[in-house]
DNA sequence: CCGTATCCGATCCGATACTG
DNA sequence: CAGTATCGGATCGGATACGG
């Protein structure tokens, strides 16, 4: 892993574990199971394949997801949230959920409502 | 806030919302209340007084964080957790206890004894 | 004690092109 | 489909000095 700085907290080792724009966005990605890259490319928005691979590559590295490689054309991988990453997912949930309560306070719903998010309790 | 950026979903508000090196560790910092600045800067290790307050001030426009403002000198202000910022420390007290786990994996017991951290189940 | 401003190197990330 | 390499602009964050 890349924790080069001095870790001498426990929120400095996950901030190195989650930062960047996309690493929460991929947790949630692969919340319901193993994912090919195609997958995931597909289901986060703007994201390029470049960050995609980087931001897999840091997360395997600090032990938040894994892979499995397939064998044969087309080439097939697999990527899933190994335990950590699952216990990770359970923040990235809550913060999901914070997400969706400041858009219905901002009035933006209909981005909600278009992605298939249920806001209503 | 600044979320400059075309958010198209939860998760990347979030990511406005506490992105930078030590937005989290201020989350914690402030789980038990009230807290002057000067007391979180004593508190989380090796932080600027500028950081400390330039992120005080992005989370408070984000609706994390507020403050209260004394009067007279020496001048006092309290910084304390908005409800939005309770639930996110939900998710920060998780992403302590992954820290834990892994510094415990890798044997860095030593750190969290000498921070009084309990690690023991 | 609280807060602001500037400068500058380090890092991040998007675009793009390319390989197996 | 999966993965790598490079380049350049934007952003981040530490040092430092100053002001209320």
Chains 1, 2 share one sequence.
Do not use: F
Request: include cysteine; glycine fraction near 10%.
């Amino acid at each position: 892993m890349i924790i080069r700085e001095a870790c001498n907290c426990p929120l400095e080792v996950v901030h190195g574990m989650i930062k960047g724009k996309w690493k929460t966005m991929i947790v949630y990605q692969l919340k319901d199971g193993n994912t090919s890259l195609a997958e995931l490319e597909r289901g986060i928005e703007q994201i390029t394949q470049k960050m995609l691979l980087q931001h897999l590559k840091e997360m395997q590295a600090s032990g938040i997801v894994d892979k499995i490689t397939g064998e044969g054309y087309p080439l097939h991988v697999e990527y899933y949230l190994t335990d950590r990453g699952k216990k990770l997912l359970s923040a990235v949930l809550i913060m999901q959920e914070i997400g969706i309560d400041y858009m219905v306070e901002q009035g933006q719903t209909e981005l909600l409502d278009r992605k298939g998010i249920d806001y209503k309790r």
